[in-house]
C-alpha cells in the first residue's frame, strides 16, 4: 500500500497521455513478477521489498476505472463500475480463501507434496504461484484489448461545438506543448474540484472500514471461543470467503445498475453504509451461536456485509468518475488511489492492534472483549455515512 501512494498519481498521469491499456498490461505483468518473488521469500526484508515493488508498479486499478467509463455508454455506467469494484470485493475474500487452502500444502496436504519439495520449503509459494499464473492468463487476454482513451467525444463545456471538439481531441493526443501544461494544471485544478475531493475522503474512511473489517474478520473467525472468537480452522474461514464472494458476484452484476439508476450513487452508498450498520451490530451475537445455526447466520452475515461494503464502494466510484472530465480521470483516480492505499496501510496494523487489546479486557465492564471491536467498526463507518450526507459531499451538477 505505502508502493501504491508513492505512485499512483504517477500511473494516472500516464494513463492520461500514453493511454490506459500500457498502463494495465504493466500492473498485470508486474503481479506475474513479484507475487511470484514474494512466494521465494527467504527473509523478511526480502518479502517486503517485492510487496512494496508490487504497489509501486501496480497502478491498475484507476486506469481499470476510467477504462470502464470509457468503455460504456452513460446509462450503463454504474453496472461498469460495479463490474470493477465486484472483481476487487471478490479479489479481496478470494485471495485470503485461497490462502487458507493452499498455504503450507505439505503440512495440509501431505500425500500430495512433500516436505523436501518447494512447497515445503517455501510454504507460501503455492497460493502466490496459483496467483501469479492467473495474472499471466490475465495479462495476455489483456494484450487484445482495445485502448479507450479519446474515444469519446471530450465532455468539456467549452467543446460545445464538432469542430471545437475535433481541435480538443488534436491536442490533446498530439500537441506536447498541451501535454505539459496539461500535466502542470492538472493536478492542481483536481485537488481543488470539490466533488472529486469530497468523494475521496468518504472513499478512504470506507475503504479504511473495509480493510480493517477484512483483517478482523479472519482473526475473529480464527480466534479461540475463550476470547470471544468463533473456533474456525483456516480452511473453514476460506470457506466461508468463498461463499461471500460467489454471492457478491451475483448481486452486484444482477441488482446493483437497477438500485443505482433507481436511487443514485450517493442514495446507494449512504443506504448501504447505514445496513452495514445494523448488521455489524449483531456480530458479538452471532458468536454466540453454533453449531448450523452459527454456519448459516455467519455465511449470510458474510454475504450481506461484503455486499454492502462493495455496492458503497462502487457508487463513489462513480461520483468521483463523473466529478472529472475524460482527460482527466486516469490522475483523479490515481489521487484517489493514492489516498486510499494510505488509509489501507493503516487499516490491517490498527486492526491487529484493537483486536489483541481486546482480548486483554475480556472482562471489562463497558464492552468487554469483541464488542469494542466491532463498536470501534462501526464509529468509522458512521463517519463514512455522516460525510455522504451535505454540506460535505458535493455533486458534479451536469
Known amino acids: 500500500m505505502l508502493g501504491r501512494t508513492m505512485t499512483s498519481v504517477i500511473w494516472g498521469i500516464v494513463a492520461d497521455r500514453y493511454g490506459r491499456k500500457p498502463v494495465i498490461l504493466i500492473g498485470t505483468a508486474s503481479v506475474v513478477i513479484f507475487n511470484t518473488l514474494f512466494g521465494l521469500s527467504v527473509n523478511f526484508w526480502m518479502a517486503i521489498i517485492t510487496r512494496f515493488c508490487l504497489g509501486s508498479f501496480n497502478g491498475l486499478l484507476g486506469p481499470i476505472k476510467a477504462y470502464a467509463m470509457e468503455t460504456f455508454r452513460d446509462e450503463y455506467q454504474g453496472l461498469a463500475l460495479s463490474a470493477v469494484s465486484t472483481a476487487w470485493g471478490i479479489g479481496l475474500i478470494i485471495g485470503p480463501a485461497m490462502g487458507g487452502f493452499l498455504a503450507q500444502p505439505a503440512k495440509q496436504y501431505p500425500s500430495l507434496f512433500s516436505e523436501e519439495s518447494v512447497f515445503g520449503k517455501f510454504p507460501y509459494f503455492l ?23 479519446h474515444n ?3 465532455d468539456d463545456d467549452d ?10 481531441h488534436k491536442v490533446l493526443s498530439h500537441d506536447p506543448e498541451s501535454h505539459k501544461a496539461t500535466e502542470r494544471n492538472e493536478k492542481s485544478s483536481l485537488l481543488k474540484n470539490w466533488p472529486l475531493v469530497s468523494s475521496i475522503i468518504v472513499y478512504c474512511i470506507f475503504s479504511l472500514h473495509d480493510m480493517a473489517y477484512t483483517e478482523i474478520f479472519s482473526l475473529w473467525a480464527n480466534s479461540p471461543r475463550k476470547y470471544g472468537g468463533l473456533g474456525y480452522s483456516s480452511a473453514d474461514v476460506g470457506s466461508v470467503l468463498a461463499i461471500s464472494g460467489f454471492g457478491l458476484l451475483i448481486f452486484q452484476l444482477s441488482f446493483y445498475s437497477y438500485a443505482e439508476r433507481l436511487l443514485g450513487p450517493t442514495m446507494v ?16 451475537l452471532i458468536a454466540k451461536l453454533s453449531g448450523l445455526a452459527l454456519t448459516l447466520a ?10 454492502l461494503a462493495t455496492s458503497a464502494i462502487t457508487g463513489l466510484f462513480i461520483l468521483q468518475n463523473k466529478a472529472v472530465r475524460q482527460d482527466q480521470r486516469g490522475a483523479a483516480n490515481g489521487i484517489a488511489m493514492t489516498a486510499m492505499s494510505l488509509f489501507k496501510a493503516i487499516g490491517p496494523a490498527a486492526a491487529g492492534i484493537i483486536y489483541s487489546w481486546s482480548e486483554k479486557r475480556l472482562d471489562a465492564a463497558f464492552l468487554p472483549g469483541t464488542q469494542m471491536v466491532f463498536f470501534i467498526l462501526s464509529t468509522v463507518l458512521a463517519l463514512g455515512v455522516v460525510m455522504t450526507f451535505k454540506p460535505f459531499l458535493a455533486q458534479t451538477q451536469h
Open 127 to 149: 497460493p502466490c504461484l496459483a496467483i501469479s499464473c492467473f495474472a499471466l492468463l490475465v495479462t495476455i487476454i489483456s494484450l487484445r484489448i482495445p485502448e479507450t482513451l
Open 152 to 154: 469519446h467525444k471530450i
Open 159 to 168: 467543446a460545445s461545438s464538432p469542430d471545437e471538439s475535433f481541435d480538443a
Open 269 to 284: 452508498t449512504r443506504i448501504s453504509g447505514s445496513l452495514a450498520l445494523v448488521l455489524l451490530s449483531t456480530y458479538p
Open 298 to 307: 455467519l455465511n449470510c452475515a458474510s454475504v450481506a456485509k461484503n455486499v
